[in-house]
DNA sequence: ATACGTGCAAACGTTTTGCATATCG
DNA sequence: CGATATGCAAAACGTTTGCACGTAT
């Protein structure tokens, strides 16, 4: 985990995926960008630069990034993706509001142990997780 | 949590929902059944039983259900939603194969007790959460 | 009797795919 | 030049909805 751009551009080299400029310009948005987004939203992003890609080529480049492991995807609401760029940060699991849709990223070495004590007591091995808080933020709680 | 059948039948009488073929036809299904199900997998089962009952009232009846808190809804996988049945049953979270797609549950006090610590530094009040471990399970594992 | 539930088929939003064209190496 | 990527539009997928008809209360 925690990458550098250059892994990324290594990776696809390796893999025999060619330097294009939609790729270019998408890999831009993603990396430089930060946060979550939905493919939709990555489109509008890349559209308002006034690059002209598809969204065929967002979904298709998305879809290596995941397999690479540069990109990973969350449902935090039912049939919508919501991709982040994990590139150069290092793993995090998140506390979403259920009010107003804030997302919060926390890390818990304590609760990656036991995570880990129980896939071994299972016979698994672990090969990622999520996990997911929802509740009211500080702010959308007072009200209740 | 942990309900009897009687509970679900009591809130639906309450709620002003009547009591029809369909939707006793899928409450037996689903609280006889147990396990996870997809909305497809349940339709499957209802007419494999000679029940004739509609794609629509299974999703409006499991959203019913979800609403009342006796189904809770998971994205295991991309785009399809599994619904579980909670009736009699305590909360737990998933261990999934990533090959088989073997699904085991599991309960951990104490990374609930971490998770309760996390929200609480960040403010927030948690309502529940997901926490799903991916990897290959024991059979599996062999062949890497 | 009348409000609520049903089934059907159409609509929906997201994601994937087939194919002809353009581009990279 | 040959292989791979692109854009488009159509298809696929799971889910939701409008509506005419049925049924529980």
Same mark, same amino acid.
Do not use: A, K, W
């Given at each position: 985990m925690a990458h550098t751009l250059d892994d990324v551009n290594r990776y696809l080299r390796e893999k025999g995926f060619r330097s294009t400029g939609a790729r270019r310009t998408i890999l831009e948005a993603i990396f430089g960008g930060g946060g979550h987004f939905t493919a939709e939203e990555l489109l509008d992003t890349l559209r308002g630069r006034g690059g002209k890609v598809s969204r065929a080529s967002v979904y298709r480049t998305l879809g290596m990034l995941v397999d690479g492991g540069f990109v990973e995807t969350r449902e935090? %609401? %039912?049939?919508q993706t919501m991709y982040e760029a994990v590139l150069g940060r290092e793993h995090h699991d998140h506390l979403i509001c259920t009010v107003c849709g804030k997302i919060i990223e926390f890390e818990n070495e304590a609760i990656e142990r036991l995570q880990d004590a129980v896939a071994r007591e299972h016979g698994f091995t672990l090969e990622h997780h999520s996990l997911r808080l929802y509740g009211r933020c500080d702010v959308c709680g007072r009200g209740s």
């Open positions: 935090f %609401r %039912r049939g």
